[in-house]
T-cell receptor
Framework: DGGITQSPKYLFRKEGQNVTLSCEQN?????MYWYRQDPGQGLRLIYY???????QKGDIAEGYSVSREKKESFPLTVTSAQKNPTAFYLC?????????FGPGTRLTVL | SQKIEQNSEALNIQEGKTATLTCNYT??????LQWYRQDPGRGPVFLLL?????KEKRKERLKVTFDTTLKQSLFHITASQPADSATYLC????????????FGTGTQLKVEL
């Protein structure tokens, strides 16, 4: 089946620890995105990549880092510099216009 | 600054009626607008895309209108069903082109029996 997978579904970390969220797609899409969603809010763009080995900051990139070494993979690292990391993180990919989303990872920092 | 507004209050309607959701935007000239459905704890799912030169788009029980003068899109679900209950997000293409999207906060729809 084609799609986007994110793992894990739930993630707990202690304050001050870096954590990496996984995102893999087998749709052969060029572009991939990371969003953050807080309760009652829309999706806010963290980083996006339109091609392998290239990525750009979105609207709220501070405290996050990404890499795009393979077309299928776009991992997101939440660093200790992110002041309020507890949120629902969504990864998406697209070929042209519509975006396909993964199931999300809910990160809780204790 | 660019702003996208969707009704923050939940919309409650009876089964069989038409649900109408609104998306307004300011300081924006999007090339296209998209609507997504999101169920609790899950990723959004694409529903419809409408381009700036299109007035209306339909897909089964769904209809979207796009008025670039009013800077507004309306999303209609006809013959609504309880299974249509979800949060609906509108998203606008980036001002600089490409496929970057900016999302509204979403409107929760509840369809009651």
């Amino acid at each position: 089946d084609g799609g986007i997978t994110q793992s894990p579904k739930y993630l707990f970390r202690k304050e001050g620890q870096n954590v990496t969220l996984s995102c893999e797609q087998n749709l052969n899409h060029d572009a991939m995105y990371w969003y953050r969603q807080d309760p009652g809010q829309g999706l806010r763009l963290i980083y996006y990549s339109q091609i392998v080995n290239d990525f750009q900051k979105g609207d709220i990139a501070e405290g996050y880092s990404v890499s795009r070494e393979k077309k299928e993979s776009f991992p997101l690292t939440v660093t200790s510099a992110q002041k309020n990391p507890t949120a629902f993180y969504l990864c998406a990919s697209s070929m042209i216009d519509e975006q396909f989303f993964g199931p999300g990872t809910r990160l809780t920092v204790l | 600054s660019q702003k996208i507004e969707q009704n923050s209050e939940a919309l409650n309607i009876q089964e069989g009626k038409t649900a109408t959701l609104t998306c307004n935007y300011t300081n924006y000239s999007p090339a296209y607008l998209q609507w997504y459905r999101q169920d609790p704890g899950r990723g959004p799912v694409f529903l419809l895309l409408i381009r700036e030169n299109e007035k209306e788009k339909r897909k089964e029980r769904l209809k979207v209108t796009f008025d670039t003068t009013l800077k507004q899109s309306l999303f209609h679900i006809t013959a609504s069903q309880p299974a249509d209950s979800a949060t609906y997000l509108c998203a606008l293409s980036g001002a600089g082109g490409g496929n970057k999207l900016t999302f509204g906060t979403g409107t929760q729809l509840k369809v009651e029996l």
